[in-house]
Protein backbone atom coordinates (compact mmCIF):
# COMPACT_ATOMS: atom_id res chain seq x y z
CA UNK A 1 0.00 0.00 0.00
CA UNK A 2 1.38 3.36 -0.60
CA UNK A 3 0.96 6.04 1.71
CA UNK A 4 -1.27 9.06 0.82
CA UNK A 5 -2.05 12.64 1.96
CA UNK A 6 -5.01 14.31 0.33
CA UNK A 7 -2.82 17.26 -0.71
CA UNK A 8 -0.47 14.60 -3.06
CA UNK A 9 0.08 14.97 -6.50
CA UNK A 10 0.32 11.77 -9.20
CA UNK A 11 3.63 11.26 -10.73
CA UNK A 12 4.33 12.51 -13.78
CA UNK A 13 4.59 9.85 -17.09
CA UNK A 14 6.33 12.17 -19.40
CA UNK A 15 9.04 13.08 -16.62
CA UNK A 16 8.75 10.44 -14.27
CA UNK A 17 11.93 10.45 -11.89
CA UNK A 18 11.61 12.79 -8.49
CA UNK A 19 14.14 13.66 -5.78
CA UNK A 20 14.19 15.26 -2.69
CA UNK A 21 17.73 16.59 -3.23
CA UNK A 22 17.89 20.53 -3.06
CA UNK A 23 14.01 20.99 -2.23
CA UNK A 24 14.47 19.05 1.13
CA UNK A 25 16.48 21.66 2.95
CA UNK A 26 13.44 24.09 2.25
CA UNK A 27 11.25 21.71 3.32
CA UNK A 28 12.47 18.67 5.67
CA UNK A 29 8.80 18.36 6.87
CA UNK A 30 5.34 17.23 5.46
CA UNK A 31 3.87 20.51 3.85
CA UNK A 32 0.85 21.86 5.17
CA UNK A 33 -2.16 22.42 2.78
CA UNK A 34 -1.99 26.19 3.27
CA UNK A 35 1.69 26.29 2.14
CA UNK A 36 1.10 24.11 -0.48
CA UNK A 37 -1.57 26.34 -2.47
CA UNK A 38 0.42 29.86 -1.17
CA UNK A 39 4.02 28.64 -2.32
CA UNK A 40 4.55 25.74 -4.02
CA UNK A 41 1.38 24.44 -5.76
CA UNK A 42 -0.09 27.98 -6.05
CA UNK A 43 2.53 30.65 -6.83
CA UNK A 44 5.54 28.70 -6.64
CA UNK A 45 4.50 26.83 -9.87
CA UNK A 46 3.03 30.10 -11.48
CA UNK A 47 7.31 31.30 -10.82
CA UNK A 48 8.84 27.97 -12.07
CA UNK A 49 6.78 27.98 -15.90
CA UNK A 50 7.68 31.75 -16.51
CA UNK A 51 11.41 30.50 -15.91
CA UNK A 52 11.58 27.26 -17.54
CA UNK A 53 9.53 28.09 -20.29
CA UNK A 54 12.16 31.04 -21.53
CA UNK A 55 14.99 28.26 -20.07
CA UNK A 56 14.88 24.58 -20.77
CA UNK A 57 11.47 22.95 -21.80
CA UNK A 58 8.18 24.34 -23.83
CA UNK A 59 5.19 23.96 -21.65
CA UNK A 60 3.34 21.64 -24.04
CA UNK A 61 6.16 18.99 -23.17
CA UNK A 62 4.37 18.87 -19.65
CA UNK A 63 1.41 16.37 -18.95
CA UNK A 64 -1.79 17.85 -18.29
CA UNK A 65 -2.21 18.77 -14.31
CA UNK A 66 1.30 18.54 -13.26
CA UNK A 67 3.18 21.21 -11.78
CA UNK A 68 6.88 22.00 -13.68
CA UNK A 69 9.23 21.35 -10.79
CA UNK A 70 7.79 20.45 -7.64
CA UNK A 71 5.29 18.13 -6.80
CA UNK A 72 3.77 16.77 -3.25
CA UNK A 73 3.84 12.54 -2.55
CA UNK A 74 3.25 11.36 1.29
CA UNK A 75 3.12 14.83 2.10
CA UNK A 76 6.78 15.82 0.92
CA UNK A 77 7.72 18.18 -1.34
CA UNK A 78 9.88 16.86 -4.02
CA UNK A 79 12.19 17.99 -6.99
CA UNK A 80 11.34 16.93 -10.78
CA UNK A 81 15.06 15.38 -11.78
CA UNK A 82 13.82 14.53 -14.87
CA UNK A 83 12.84 18.12 -15.76
CA UNK A 84 15.82 19.39 -14.30
CA UNK A 85 18.47 16.48 -16.20
CA UNK A 86 16.83 19.25 -19.28
CA UNK A 87 19.52 21.59 -18.86
CA UNK A 88 22.09 19.13 -19.09
CA UNK A 89 20.31 17.72 -22.29
CA UNK A 90 19.55 20.88 -24.11
CA UNK A 91 22.88 22.90 -23.63
CA UNK A 92 26.16 22.80 -25.92
CA UNK A 93 28.17 22.02 -22.72
CA UNK A 94 26.78 20.31 -20.56
CA UNK A 95 25.05 16.59 -19.55
CA UNK A 96 22.27 15.30 -17.74
CA UNK A 97 25.33 13.78 -15.56
CA UNK A 98 26.63 16.97 -14.71
CA UNK A 99 23.37 17.96 -13.75
CA UNK A 100 22.78 15.01 -11.15
CA UNK A 101 26.03 15.96 -9.81
CA UNK A 102 25.46 19.88 -9.07
CA UNK A 103 22.23 19.75 -7.54
CA UNK A 104 21.48 16.07 -5.85
CA UNK A 105 25.39 15.22 -5.34
CA UNK A 106 26.97 11.65 -5.89
CA UNK A 107 24.13 9.35 -6.37
CA UNK A 108 24.88 6.72 -8.66
CA UNK A 109 22.03 4.73 -8.77
CA UNK A 110 20.10 6.95 -10.64
CA UNK A 111 18.54 5.78 -13.58
CA UNK A 112 20.22 7.13 -16.89
CA UNK A 113 18.70 9.57 -18.70
CA UNK A 114 16.18 9.04 -21.03
CA UNK A 115 16.33 11.03 -24.47
CA UNK A 116 13.44 13.58 -24.78
CA UNK A 117 11.99 14.28 -28.54
CA UNK A 118 12.85 18.24 -28.33
CA UNK A 119 16.30 17.42 -26.66
CA UNK A 120 17.95 18.79 -30.70
CA UNK A 121 15.34 20.96 -30.99
CA UNK A 122 17.75 24.04 -32.14
CA UNK A 123 15.11 26.91 -31.35
CA UNK A 124 15.18 25.38 -27.69
CA UNK A 125 19.09 24.69 -27.45
CA UNK A 126 19.78 28.15 -28.83
CA UNK A 127 17.10 29.43 -26.09
CA UNK A 128 19.38 27.48 -23.34
CA UNK A 129 23.16 28.70 -24.95
CA UNK A 130 21.49 32.04 -25.14
CA UNK A 131 20.54 32.50 -21.13
CA UNK A 132 23.45 30.61 -20.49
CA UNK A 133 25.95 32.33 -22.08
CA UNK A 134 24.14 35.91 -20.49
CA UNK A 135 24.77 34.11 -17.39
CA UNK A 136 28.48 33.47 -17.89
CA UNK A 137 29.09 37.29 -19.13
CA UNK A 138 27.10 38.59 -15.66
CA UNK A 139 28.36 41.26 -13.64
CA UNK A 140 25.43 42.54 -11.67
CA UNK A 141 21.87 41.08 -11.22
CA UNK A 142 19.09 43.98 -10.81
CA UNK A 143 16.35 41.42 -10.73
CA UNK A 144 17.36 40.76 -7.08
CA UNK A 145 17.65 43.95 -5.93
CA UNK A 146 14.61 45.07 -7.50
CA UNK A 147 12.43 42.70 -5.50
CA UNK A 148 14.28 43.18 -2.49
CA UNK A 149 12.86 46.89 -2.90
CA UNK A 150 9.32 45.55 -3.78
CA UNK A 151 9.27 43.15 -0.95
CA UNK A 152 10.83 45.33 1.88
CA UNK A 153 8.15 48.29 0.95
CA UNK A 154 5.10 45.19 1.27
CA UNK A 155 6.17 44.58 4.37
CA UNK A 156 6.62 48.54 5.53
CA UNK A 157 2.99 48.80 4.48
CA UNK A 158 1.84 45.77 6.81
CA UNK A 159 -1.47 46.88 8.06
CA UNK A 160 -2.25 46.40 11.43
CA UNK A 161 -3.81 42.74 11.54
CA UNK A 162 -5.41 42.81 14.96
CA UNK A 163 -8.14 45.48 13.47
CA UNK A 164 -8.13 43.48 9.71
CA UNK A 165 -11.93 41.95 8.98
CA UNK A 166 -11.43 38.56 8.32
CA UNK A 167 -12.32 38.86 4.44
CA UNK A 168 -9.06 41.53 4.92
CA UNK A 169 -6.95 38.76 6.24
CA UNK A 170 -7.28 36.27 3.86
CA UNK A 171 -6.75 39.25 1.10
CA UNK A 172 -3.41 39.95 2.93
CA UNK A 173 -2.93 36.19 2.15
CA UNK A 174 -3.57 36.32 -1.52
CA UNK A 175 -2.12 39.45 -2.08
CA UNK A 176 1.22 37.89 -1.52
CA UNK A 177 0.76 34.81 -4.38
CA UNK A 178 1.43 37.16 -7.07
CA UNK A 179 4.70 38.52 -5.58
CA UNK A 180 5.77 34.93 -4.56
CA UNK A 181 5.36 33.85 -8.38
CA UNK A 182 7.52 36.81 -9.55
CA UNK A 183 10.27 36.37 -6.87
CA UNK A 184 10.51 32.72 -7.23
CA UNK A 185 10.85 32.89 -11.18
CA UNK A 186 13.98 34.80 -10.60
CA UNK A 187 15.45 32.75 -7.71
CA UNK A 188 14.73 29.40 -10.35
CA UNK A 189 16.93 31.56 -12.84
CA UNK A 190 19.99 32.51 -10.47
CA UNK A 191 19.93 28.85 -8.75
CA UNK A 192 20.29 27.56 -12.30
CA UNK A 193 22.91 30.69 -13.25
CA UNK A 194 24.65 29.67 -9.72
CA UNK A 195 24.84 26.10 -10.73
CA UNK A 196 26.24 26.60 -14.37
CA UNK A 197 28.72 29.61 -13.29
CA UNK A 198 30.05 27.28 -10.58
CA UNK A 199 30.30 24.66 -12.33
CA UNK A 200 32.54 26.01 -14.80
CA UNK A 201 34.95 26.79 -12.73
CA UNK A 202 34.79 23.51 -11.05
CA UNK A 203 35.37 21.83 -14.54
CA UNK A 204 38.42 23.88 -15.08
CA UNK A 205 40.08 22.57 -11.53
CA UNK A 206 38.91 18.67 -12.10
CA UNK A 207 40.52 19.23 -15.76
CA UNK A 208 43.71 19.87 -13.91
CA UNK A 209 43.44 17.58 -11.76
CA UNK A 210 42.95 20.15 -8.64
CA UNK A 211 39.68 19.17 -6.82
CA UNK A 212 39.21 21.55 -4.61
CA UNK A 213 40.56 24.82 -6.23
CA UNK A 214 36.80 25.71 -6.82
CA UNK A 215 35.17 25.41 -3.29
CA UNK A 216 38.00 27.33 -2.11
CA UNK A 217 37.39 30.23 -5.04
CA UNK A 218 33.91 30.43 -3.85
CA UNK A 219 34.90 31.25 -0.77
CA UNK A 220 33.95 34.31 1.23
CA UNK A 221 32.31 35.83 -1.33
CA UNK A 222 30.54 38.28 0.62
CA UNK A 223 26.75 39.47 0.49
CA UNK A 224 25.51 36.15 1.33
CA UNK A 225 22.51 36.77 3.07
CA UNK A 226 22.15 33.56 5.04
CA UNK A 227 25.24 34.20 7.13
CA UNK A 228 24.20 38.08 8.03
CA UNK A 229 22.17 36.88 10.90
CA UNK A 230 25.25 34.65 12.09
CA UNK A 231 27.72 38.35 12.31
CA UNK A 232 24.28 39.70 14.40
CA UNK A 233 24.63 36.96 16.76
CA UNK A 234 27.84 36.50 17.41
CA UNK A 235 27.91 40.06 18.19
CA UNK A 236 25.52 39.36 20.94
CA UNK A 237 26.97 36.41 22.05
CA UNK A 238 29.95 38.51 22.86
CA UNK A 239 28.19 40.85 25.00
CA UNK A 240 26.93 38.06 26.90
CA UNK A 241 30.30 36.77 27.30
CA UNK A 242 31.55 39.75 28.33
CA UNK A 243 28.79 40.69 31.44
CA UNK A 244 28.61 38.66 34.44
CA UNK A 245 25.06 39.77 34.96
CA UNK A 246 24.05 38.41 31.26
CA UNK A 247 26.28 35.36 31.86
CA UNK A 248 24.36 34.18 35.09
CA UNK A 249 20.89 35.02 32.89
CA UNK A 250 21.59 32.90 30.64
CA UNK A 251 23.42 30.23 32.68
CA UNK A 252 19.97 29.91 34.42
CA UNK A 253 18.55 28.49 30.87
CA UNK A 254 16.61 29.74 27.85
CA UNK A 255 12.99 29.40 29.72
CA UNK A 256 11.98 32.96 31.28
CA UNK A 257 15.30 34.16 29.72
CA UNK A 258 13.99 37.18 28.09
CA UNK A 259 11.99 38.27 30.92
CA UNK A 260 14.91 37.78 32.76
CA UNK A 261 16.22 39.99 30.50
CA UNK A 262 14.33 42.54 30.59
CA UNK A 263 14.18 42.73 34.42
CA UNK A 264 18.00 43.44 34.26
CA UNK A 265 17.43 47.52 33.17
CA UNK A 266 20.95 48.95 31.80
CA UNK A 267 23.45 45.52 32.10
CA UNK A 268 21.02 44.05 29.62
CA UNK A 269 20.08 47.45 27.83
CA UNK A 270 22.55 47.16 24.61
CA UNK A 271 21.75 43.10 24.12
CA UNK A 272 17.95 44.06 24.02
CA UNK A 273 18.48 46.27 21.54
CA UNK A 274 20.80 44.44 19.76
CA UNK A 275 18.19 41.53 19.51
CA UNK A 276 15.15 43.81 18.28
CA UNK A 277 17.78 45.18 15.15
CA UNK A 278 18.45 41.60 14.51
CA UNK A 279 14.54 40.58 15.03
CA UNK A 280 13.78 43.67 12.47
CA UNK A 281 16.02 42.92 9.68
CA UNK A 282 15.74 38.74 10.05
CA UNK A 283 12.32 37.95 12.19
CA UNK A 284 11.18 36.50 9.35
CA UNK A 285 13.88 33.34 9.40
CA UNK A 286 13.74 30.25 11.60
CA UNK A 287 13.61 26.40 11.29
CA UNK A 288 11.87 25.03 8.11
CA UNK A 289 11.08 28.73 7.00
CA UNK A 290 9.30 27.97 4.23
CA UNK A 291 6.42 26.13 5.75
CA UNK A 292 3.92 28.83 6.92
CA UNK A 293 3.24 26.63 10.28
CA UNK A 294 6.36 26.94 11.91
CA UNK A 295 7.85 29.39 14.04
CA UNK A 296 9.67 32.78 13.28
CA UNK A 297 12.71 34.26 15.00
CA UNK A 298 10.44 37.40 15.30
CA UNK A 299 7.40 35.26 16.82
CA UNK A 300 9.66 32.83 19.24
CA UNK A 301 13.10 35.04 19.65
CA UNK A 302 13.73 32.00 22.30
CA UNK A 303 14.80 30.51 19.24
CA UNK A 304 17.80 32.94 18.82
CA UNK A 305 18.49 33.18 22.42
CA UNK A 306 19.37 29.14 22.09
CA UNK A 307 21.45 29.78 18.91
CA UNK A 308 23.19 32.73 21.08
CA UNK A 309 23.38 30.43 24.26
CA UNK A 310 25.56 28.13 21.77
CA UNK A 311 27.72 31.19 20.90
CA UNK A 312 28.78 32.65 23.76
CA UNK A 313 31.03 29.92 24.93
CA UNK A 314 33.10 29.92 21.91
CA UNK A 315 36.42 32.21 21.65
CA UNK A 316 37.29 34.83 19.74
CA UNK A 317 38.92 32.55 17.37
CA UNK A 318 35.04 31.67 15.92
CA UNK A 319 34.61 34.85 15.01
CA UNK A 320 32.39 34.65 11.58
CA UNK A 321 33.83 38.04 9.85
CA UNK A 322 37.47 37.08 11.09
CA UNK A 323 36.49 33.52 9.29
CA UNK A 324 35.11 35.14 6.30
CA UNK A 325 38.27 37.10 5.84
CA UNK A 326 40.45 33.99 6.00
CA UNK A 327 38.08 32.40 3.46
CA UNK A 328 38.43 35.91 1.54
CA UNK A 329 42.09 35.54 1.31
CA UNK A 330 42.16 31.56 0.71
CA UNK A 331 39.85 32.19 -2.24
CA UNK A 332 41.85 34.79 -3.68
CA UNK A 333 45.22 32.28 -3.65
CA UNK A 334 43.22 30.04 -5.19
CA UNK A 335 42.08 31.97 -7.79
CA UNK A 336 45.41 33.48 -8.15
CA UNK A 337 47.02 29.78 -8.67
CA UNK A 338 44.28 28.23 -10.83
CA UNK A 339 44.87 31.73 -13.27
CA UNK A 340 48.38 30.64 -13.16
CA UNK A 341 47.75 26.95 -14.37
CA UNK A 342 45.50 28.02 -17.65
CA UNK A 343 47.54 31.03 -18.00
CA UNK A 344 48.40 29.65 -21.11
CA UNK A 345 44.96 28.33 -22.42
CA UNK A 346 42.97 31.40 -23.52
CA UNK A 347 40.09 29.81 -23.67
CA UNK A 348 40.53 28.52 -20.65
CA UNK A 349 41.83 31.31 -18.25
CA UNK A 350 38.93 33.51 -20.45
CA UNK A 351 35.98 31.05 -19.36
CA UNK A 352 38.15 31.49 -15.71
CA UNK A 353 37.74 35.07 -15.33
CA UNK A 354 34.13 35.39 -16.93
CA UNK A 355 32.99 32.31 -14.78
CA UNK A 356 34.63 33.68 -11.31
CA UNK A 357 32.96 37.20 -11.64
CA UNK A 358 29.56 35.60 -12.19
CA UNK A 359 30.05 32.63 -9.83
CA UNK A 360 30.52 36.04 -7.34
CA UNK A 361 27.07 37.39 -8.70
CA UNK A 362 24.46 34.44 -8.78
CA UNK A 363 25.53 32.63 -5.59
CA UNK A 364 24.78 35.40 -3.27
CA UNK A 365 21.85 36.71 -5.23
CA UNK A 366 20.44 32.78 -4.96
CA UNK A 367 20.94 32.85 -1.30
CA UNK A 368 19.27 36.74 -1.47
CA UNK A 369 16.68 35.76 -3.49
CA UNK A 370 15.44 32.71 -0.86
CA UNK A 371 15.78 35.90 1.96
CA UNK A 372 13.37 37.70 -0.27
CA UNK A 373 11.13 34.65 -0.16
CA UNK A 374 11.17 34.03 3.05
CA UNK A 375 9.86 37.73 3.95
CA UNK A 376 6.84 37.14 1.23
CA UNK A 377 6.30 33.62 3.16
CA UNK A 378 6.04 35.84 6.88
CA UNK A 379 3.71 38.30 6.01
CA UNK A 380 1.08 35.37 4.76
CA UNK A 381 2.47 33.46 7.92
CA UNK A 382 1.23 36.81 10.25
CA UNK A 383 -2.16 37.14 8.38
CA UNK A 384 -2.77 33.47 8.74
CA UNK A 385 -2.12 33.67 12.54
CA UNK A 386 -4.72 36.32 13.18
CA UNK A 387 -7.14 34.84 10.85
CA UNK A 388 -6.93 31.28 12.72
CA UNK A 389 -7.14 33.14 16.11
CA UNK A 390 -10.11 34.75 14.91
CA UNK A 391 -11.35 31.51 14.21
CA UNK A 392 -10.59 29.85 17.14
CA UNK A 393 -11.68 31.92 19.34
CA UNK A 394 -15.44 31.69 18.58
CA UNK A 395 -15.14 27.82 17.88
CA UNK A 396 -15.07 28.02 13.72
CA UNK A 397 -11.80 25.93 14.18
CA UNK A 398 -10.77 23.50 17.16
CA UNK A 399 -7.54 25.21 17.46
CA UNK A 400 -5.84 28.20 15.76
CA UNK A 401 -3.27 26.14 14.29
CA UNK A 402 -5.68 24.34 12.30
CA UNK A 403 -6.01 27.24 10.02
CA UNK A 404 -2.84 25.41 8.45
CA UNK A 405 -4.35 22.67 7.37
CA UNK A 406 -6.71 24.36 4.81
CA UNK A 407 -6.89 24.61 1.07
CA UNK A 408 -6.79 28.86 0.06
CA UNK A 409 -10.28 27.82 -1.98
CA UNK A 410 -11.71 26.72 1.55
CA UNK A 411 -10.52 29.92 3.88
CA UNK A 412 -14.24 31.13 2.66
CA UNK A 413 -15.73 28.11 3.78
CA UNK A 414 -13.63 28.12 7.16
CA UNK A 415 -15.25 31.92 7.71
CA UNK A 416 -18.92 30.25 7.29
CA UNK A 417 -17.51 28.08 9.90
CA UNK A 418 -17.95 24.98 7.67
CA UNK A 419 -14.30 23.26 7.65
CA UNK A 420 -13.45 22.81 11.98
CA UNK A 421 -13.93 18.98 11.86
CA UNK A 422 -12.34 18.77 8.59
CA UNK A 423 -9.17 20.58 9.37
CA UNK A 424 -9.69 18.34 13.09
CA UNK A 425 -9.18 14.89 10.57
CA UNK A 426 -6.75 16.53 8.28
CA UNK A 427 -4.10 17.39 11.02
CA UNK A 428 -3.94 14.29 12.39
CA UNK A 429 -2.93 12.65 9.65
CA UNK A 430 -0.68 15.08 8.72
CA UNK A 431 1.26 14.52 12.16
CA UNK A 432 1.08 10.89 11.41
CA UNK A 433 3.44 12.05 8.44
CA UNK A 434 6.65 13.03 10.52
CA UNK A 435 6.82 9.28 10.95
CA UNK A 436 7.64 8.59 7.77
CA UNK A 437 10.84 8.93 6.19
CA UNK A 438 10.86 10.19 2.33
CA UNK A 439 12.85 8.41 0.19
CA UNK A 440 15.90 10.35 -1.39
CA UNK A 441 14.08 9.52 -4.96
CA UNK A 442 11.85 7.39 -6.80
CA UNK A 443 11.29 6.69 -10.69
CA UNK A 444 7.78 6.19 -11.69
CA UNK A 445 5.69 5.00 -8.87
CA UNK A 446 5.16 6.58 -5.49
CA UNK A 447 7.25 4.10 -3.27
CA UNK A 448 4.90 1.79 -1.13
CA UNK A 449 4.64 2.49 2.68
CA UNK A 450 7.13 0.14 3.88
CA UNK A 451 9.98 2.04 2.22
CA UNK A 452 8.63 5.26 3.78
CA UNK A 453 8.15 3.49 6.81
CA UNK A 454 12.22 3.15 7.27
CA UNK A 455 14.47 0.86 9.71
CA UNK A 456 16.95 1.47 12.71
CA UNK A 457 20.39 2.26 10.81
CA UNK A 458 22.91 0.52 13.04
CA UNK A 459 25.76 2.26 13.90
CA UNK A 460 28.49 1.61 11.18
CA UNK A 461 31.35 -0.47 11.88
CA UNK A 462 33.09 1.25 8.34
CA UNK A 463 35.71 3.84 9.42
CA UNK A 464 35.07 6.20 6.34
CA UNK A 465 31.79 7.75 5.34
CA UNK A 466 32.09 8.72 1.37
CA UNK A 467 30.15 11.87 0.60
CA UNK A 468 30.94 15.18 -1.50
CA UNK A 469 33.38 17.96 -0.91
CA UNK A 470 31.01 21.29 -0.68
CA UNK A 471 33.64 23.95 1.29
CA UNK A 472 37.73 22.99 1.57
CA UNK A 473 39.48 22.36 4.30
CA UNK A 474 39.90 19.62 7.10
CA UNK A 475 39.15 19.91 10.31
CA UNK A 476 39.51 16.99 13.18
CA UNK A 477 37.29 17.02 16.13
CA UNK A 478 34.16 15.32 18.30
CA UNK A 479 30.79 14.58 16.23
CA UNK A 480 27.61 16.31 17.74
CA UNK A 481 24.68 15.10 16.14
CA UNK A 482 22.25 17.33 15.93
CA UNK A 483 18.78 16.81 14.31
CA UNK A 484 16.76 20.14 15.21
CA UNK A 485 18.52 23.65 15.30
CA UNK A 486 16.30 24.72 18.66
CA UNK A 487 17.48 22.42 20.21
CA UNK A 488 21.45 21.91 19.69
CA UNK A 489 22.61 21.27 23.48
CA UNK A 490 26.03 19.84 23.63
CA UNK A 491 27.09 21.38 20.54
CA UNK A 492 30.73 23.15 21.58
CA UNK A 493 33.17 24.95 20.40
CA UNK A 494 35.47 22.96 17.86
CA UNK A 495 32.73 20.31 17.40
CA UNK A 496 31.80 18.56 14.33
CA UNK A 497 27.94 19.02 13.46
CA UNK A 498 26.80 16.26 11.99
CA UNK A 499 22.99 16.95 10.70
CA UNK A 500 20.34 14.80 8.72
CA UNK A 501 19.83 18.08 6.44
CA UNK A 502 19.95 22.10 6.94
CA UNK A 503 18.55 25.06 6.22
CA UNK A 504 19.35 28.88 7.19
CA UNK A 505 18.01 28.68 10.57
CA UNK A 506 20.99 26.04 11.29
CA UNK A 507 23.37 29.21 9.97
CA UNK A 508 24.63 30.09 13.75
CA UNK A 509 25.22 26.74 15.04
CA UNK A 510 28.03 26.69 12.20
CA UNK A 511 29.85 29.67 13.79
CA UNK A 512 31.28 27.52 17.00
CA UNK A 513 31.71 24.30 14.94
CA UNK A 514 35.10 23.25 13.43
CA UNK A 515 33.14 21.38 10.47
CA UNK A 516 30.12 20.25 9.33
CA UNK A 517 28.46 17.22 7.78
CA UNK A 518 25.52 16.61 6.50
CA UNK A 519 23.50 13.69 5.30
CA UNK A 520 21.96 14.98 1.61
CA UNK A 521 22.63 18.48 -0.53
CA UNK A 522 25.02 19.10 -3.36
CA UNK A 523 27.55 21.42 -4.46
CA UNK A 524 24.70 24.57 -4.30
CA UNK A 525 23.12 23.27 -1.04
CA UNK A 526 22.40 26.08 1.91
CA UNK A 527 25.01 24.47 4.17
CA UNK A 528 27.93 24.45 1.51
CA UNK A 529 27.34 28.26 0.62
CA UNK A 530 27.59 29.18 4.18
CA UNK A 531 30.39 27.14 4.86
CA UNK A 532 32.30 28.14 2.22
CA UNK A 533 31.55 31.82 3.18
CA UNK A 534 32.81 30.96 6.70
CA UNK A 535 35.41 28.95 5.91
CA UNK A 536 34.29 25.83 7.82
CA UNK A 537 35.29 22.70 5.86
CA UNK A 538 31.95 21.13 4.92
CA UNK A 539 30.70 17.29 3.51
CA UNK A 540 27.39 16.85 1.82
CA UNK A 541 25.98 13.92 0.38
CA UNK A 542 27.29 11.55 2.99
CA UNK A 543 24.37 9.07 2.70
CA UNK A 544 23.43 8.22 7.06
CA UNK A 545 25.84 10.32 7.86
CA UNK A 546 23.91 11.40 11.32
CA UNK A 547 22.95 7.57 11.98
CA UNK A 548 26.37 5.74 10.73
CA UNK A 549 28.29 8.33 13.10
CA UNK A 550 28.60 8.14 16.92
CA UNK A 551 27.74 10.88 18.68
CA UNK A 552 30.37 11.98 20.35
CA UNK A 553 33.47 10.42 18.09
CA UNK A 554 36.38 11.63 16.77
CA UNK A 555 36.21 12.43 13.16
CA UNK A 556 38.52 14.27 11.07
CA UNK A 557 36.27 15.99 8.14
CA UNK A 558 37.82 16.23 4.30
CA UNK A 559 35.99 18.79 2.79
CA UNK A 560 38.42 18.71 -0.29
CA UNK A 561 37.84 14.84 -1.19
CA UNK A 562 34.19 14.94 0.90
CA UNK A 563 35.69 12.18 3.23
CA UNK A 564 34.59 11.88 7.06
CA UNK A 565 36.89 9.23 8.87
CA UNK A 566 35.62 8.07 12.24
CA UNK A 567 39.08 8.41 14.04
CA UNK A 568 37.52 6.70 17.60
CA UNK A 569 34.24 6.00 19.23
Not at 44 to 50: A, F, I, K, L, S
Not at 295 to 306: D, I, R
Not at 432 to 461: H, I, K, M
Amino acid sequence: MAVGWFMDDEPSPSFPIYTRGNVGEVFPDPVSPLTADHTWHGAGDVGMRDFMSRFTIDLDEIDDGHKVMFEIFGGYMFLNLSIARLMGARSSGMTPELVDMGFFGSQSSLPAYVPRPKDDDPDIVARVDGLMFSWMTATECPAIDEHVVEVDALVAARPDLGTATEAELVARMREMMPVFARVFATHGEVSAAASVTMGAITGIALGLGRPGLDLRIAGGLGGVASAAPSFAMWDLSRLVAGSAELSTAFDAGIDGLLDRLQGLGEPAADFLAGLDALLAAHGSRGPNEWELRSPAWGTHPELVLTLVDRMRISDDSHDPRARHDEARTQADEALALLRGMVAGDEAQAGTLEIASTACSVFIPARELAKATIVKVIHEVRLAAHEFGARLAADGRLADAGHVFMLRDAELESAIAGEMADAAVDREATYLSLFDLTPPYWFAGEVPEAGVWRGSEVPVSTRRIVQGMGGSAGTATGRARVVTDPSDPAGLEPGDILIAPITDPSWTPLFVPAAGVVVDVGGTMSHAVIVCRELGIPCVVSATGASTRIPDGAQVRVNGDTGTVTILED
